[in-house]
């Protein structure tokens, strides 16, 4: 449409090792056999980054976030190289770098008030924070205008949509994982896991059982895959849900020791994470044989989950590939042999961490009131008393105050 060349399609790069030793299977097994290692080897690596906490965790977000938005803006660059658009690289990172120091700087100021509060400097990078962060995108908005060409205008407001558009679905997304992650490494774990249990066993039982297309968008999706990928990662999500509760360093929020200036996982488990025991409905008790089950309460919501990632999980895979389609590739990059790029990888998983953020916020999270004694503390003396006097006569005609003190 704008007289580009398409970009070649990328091919994955097999390890020779892997290629000697595959030689005399078909490409359809050598394929299955590729993705096979490379997803034990990627698991492995998730096993690692996870036993070494949330610090580690949040880096290989980061720099899961900064790969895949290399990624997105490489095509575009690709595809339209032949103009040699002025900053156009230079502006994308640019923009990418004030973005995310507006996410990381309000997460910073959220999650560590009270060190913020105690260093100067932070202090007043906090209280600015948001002038700062409008100020470093306008400069770049400014630099856009100032680049523009005659007879490219088209294709340089092209070319600052898709680098805009590429933010919104990048950071944001990983911004919202690092919020999942606070809450409660479970809250983190369970979702990616979910995904990827989806996206291989829905692999298996399509390459087994599948004979019917799903998708004209994914022609190697079928139905039985699909639907097989449901039942199994359900059924993953309460095994795994029902392992993981019964430990506090993956139930307990994250939460920053001022004392210690380093991150803990210690609390009392909220009732998510209690054994409780529910009745199973008549129809099903013939079947079963049981009247009660003992189960935690986060399996509940576990089975919200999975389902979202079997079901609706798979359609960031679908606009991933219709994307790729509309720009002639096969993968956004070649960086994982039998898988492509690290977005080939991450497409369904930041559609997951939009859903686990926003059930989060209507089902699970309340007011916490460590973060309102924190606020509470840094308030002038005068505005303390106000709100103290405030609430003792609320508490006073609510009845409670005399009950707490006659205790």
């Not at 097989?228 to 059924?235: D, P, Q």
């Not at 025991?277 to 509940?300: A, D």
């Amino acid at each position: 449409e704008f007289g580009g060349s398409a970009p070649v399609p990328t091919s994955d790069d097999t390890p020779e090792v892997l290629n000697r030793a595959l030689s005399n299977l078909s490409s359809r097994w050598k394929n299955w056999w590729v993705r096979g290692i490379l997803t034990l080897a990627m698991i492995t690596f998730f096993f690692i980054i996870i036993y070494l906490g949330p610090m580690v965790l949040m880096t290989i977000v980061m720099c899961v976030q900064i790969k895949c938005f290399h990624e997105i803006i490489t095509i575009g660059y690709n595809v339209y190289h032949s103009y040699d658009l002025p900053w156009f690289r230079t502006l994308s990172w640019y923009f990418l770098l004030c973005v995310n120091y507006f996410f990381y700087g309000e997460t910073v100021t959220d999650y560590f008030f009270t060190l913020v509060q105690r260093e100067e400097p932070l202090r007043i990078l906090s209280k600015y924070h948001r002038f700062i962060s409008f100020a470093l995108y306008l400069t770049g908005f400014c630099m856009f205008v100032l680049s523009l060409v005659k007879k490219h205008y088209r294709l340089q407001f092209y070319m600052f949509g898709w680098t805009h558009v590429t933010l919104l679905i990048v950071v944001t997304q990983s911004h919202l994982i690092i919020h999942n992650l606070f809450e409660g490494m479970i809250w983190f774990i369970v979702p990616i896991s979910c995904v990827i249990c989806n996206d291989i066993m829905a692999y298996m039982f399509g390459f087994f059982f599948g004979r019917t297309p799903l998708i004209k968008l994914s022609p190697k999706k079928t139905w039985e895959g699909f639907i097989g990928g449901f039942f199994a990662t359900v059924l993953f999500g309460l095994l795994l849900s029902y392992v993981m509760s019964g430990y506090r360093c993956f139930t307990c929020p994250v939460e920053f020791n001022n004392d210690t200036n380093s991150f803990t996982v210690d609390c009392e488990p909220s009732e998510l994470f209690q054994l409780q025991e529910y009745n199973i409905p008549v129809v099903l008790q013939s079947v079963v044989g049981w009247k009660t089950v003992r189960m935690y309460p986060f399996q509940i919501h576990s089975i919200a989950l999975s389902t979202f990632a079997s079901l609706i999980g798979p359609f960031g895979g679908f606009f991933a590939s219709g994307f790729k389609r509309a720009f002639k590739i096969k993968d956004f990059a070649n960086t994982i042999p039998g898988h492509g790029g690290i977005m080939d990888r991450f497409d369904c998983q930041y559609l997951m961490a939009t859903f686990v953020n926003v059930y989060i916020a209507s089902f699970i999270r309340g007011p916490n009131p460590s973060k309102l004694i924190q606020q509470f503390l840094t308030l002038r003396p005068d505005q303390q008393l106000h709100i103290f006097n405030t609430l003792k006569a609320h508490l006073v005609d609510k009845g409670m105050l005399g009950g707490l003190e006659d205790a």
